[in-house]
């Protein structure tokens, strides 16, 4: 075997610490716990597992899923099945939103920074991507009715992450985000919020999803949930929840109807919900991510006091401002000479801003490696600054 054809991703070097990818780490994977919900697939016979979905997604799932997500804090309220549709992730069911609700030319709003591998989602369905600024909450608001309202009618779509936002760490206030809920309503466009992280939250929980407080009559928002960051990415499996009759939109859209998604990794993901596998290990994740975030930050602190930051409240990412006059892709090198990985904040912004911001990530690497790296990455910055 060669690395043409790699199993995964995510790309180590040996005895280099990655704090760039945000991805779980391998020792987080819940193998032992998931075994039997794999196993009760094939004791049970289910072979409704190995058959084409049903159009919404596996039937059992959406049940399991609304009564889940109803009894989550985060949530507030009843999540019914017709609000649930199954997709292959957050990724997927933005795609799906942009296939649905987008014409090619058409503007989608997206927060500066944002999640950059969703650039290209946006790109490859040729819209016009427009940067709004954003602050400790995520995207402002401001400006953003001038914004919209600069544009004519042209604005279909604005895609924002509402909690534990990639890559600032930020949440937006329930506040703010009725405030974007009117601003849809009144301009017609669609929200597309990614919530890829919003139960893995490490204190209180962040304001409920955007489609839970989407209180129009025929829906403004699709919320996007996954379960990559609360079970494993290799299951690719995730949600969207909205208004019935967008869900309706989603369940009937044309490769849907030829083929369905992933009943497999549904059955998978049902049997683990009921058994109490999901519920226990997203505790698991809360409370291993929570320490690592802290010892995260106490180092940084000790290794680099010029790293300026708010400490996140959940998700995968400290989002750190450095000097003006330092280029984090200069710092990415140095720190690589040192043996440890980051992401220049320039990566995030489709205008090439914050090129003195870098992204850590804390969720891949454990205790010890998370001190050490953080230990490198100071290194490598006192080299920078003394020349
Ligand atoms: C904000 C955000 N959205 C979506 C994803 C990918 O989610 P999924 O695997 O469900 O497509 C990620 C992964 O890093 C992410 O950070």
């Not at 779980?24 to 193998?31: E, K, Y």
């Amino acid at each position: 075997m060669n690395d043409l054809f790699p199993k995964i991703m995510l790309s180590r070097n040996d005895g280099v610490i990655d704090l760039a990818w945000g991805h779980p780490s391998d020792n987080l994977h819940p193998l032992d716990e998931l075994k039997p919900a794999v196993d009760a697939i094939f004791t049970n016979q289910e072979i409704s597992a190995l058959q084409y979905s049903g159009y919404q997604g596996y039937g059992p799932l959406i049940e399991s899923l609304s009564q889940y997500l109803s009894e989550e804090k985060s949530y507030t309220k009843t999540i019914n099945p017709e609000e649930l549709y199954i997709g292959y992730g957050a990724s997927h069911g933005l795609d799906l939103a942009c296939t649905l609700f987008t014409g090619e030319g058409n503007t989608v709003l997206v927060e500066e920074p944002s999640y950059y591998l969703v650039r290209q989602i946006l790109i490859d369905h040729r819209l016009n991507i427009v940067g709004v600024p954003t602050d400790s909450e995520g995207m402002q608001i401001e400006n953003l009715e001038q914004i919209i309202q600069s544009f004519k009618g042209d604005v279909k779509l604005l895609y924002l992450i509402p909690s534990f936002h990639n890559p600032m760490g930020s949440v937006m206030s329930h506040e703010r985000r009725e405030k974007i809920i009117e601003l849809a309503k009144e301009y017609h466009f669609l929200i597309a919020a990614d919530e890829a992280y919003h139960l893995l939250y490490y204190g209180d929980p962040p304001p409920p999803t955007m489609a839970t407080l989407d209180n129009s009559s025929t829906g403004c928002v699709v919320s996007l949930g996954s379960f990559s960051k609360i079970l494993a990415p290799g299951i690719k499996l995730g949600w969207v929840q909205s208004k019935p009759n967008l869900v309706d939109k989603f369940t009937n859209s044309g490769s849907n109807f030829s083929g369905g998604n992933n009943n497999f990794a549904g059955a998978i993901v049902d049997i683990a919900i009921r058994k109490g596998i999901l519920s226990k290990h997203i505790n698991r994740l809360k409370s291993t991510y929570k320490s690592r975030m802290e010892i995260m930050s106490m180092a940084l602190k000790t290794h680099i006091p010029d790293a300026e930051f708010l400490m996140p409240q959940g998700g995968y990412y400290f989002w750190i401002k450095l000097p003006e006059e330092i280029d984090a892709m200069v710092l990415e090198r140095l720190a690589l000479n040192e043996g440890v990985t980051l992401r220049p904040g320039v990566a995030f912004s489709g205008q090439s801003l914050f090129s003195n911001y870098i992204r850590l990530c804390f969720a891949l690497s454990d205790i010890e490696d998370i001190s050490e790296g953080i230990y490198r990455l100071g290194q490598a910055y006192c080299k920078y600054v003394k020349g």
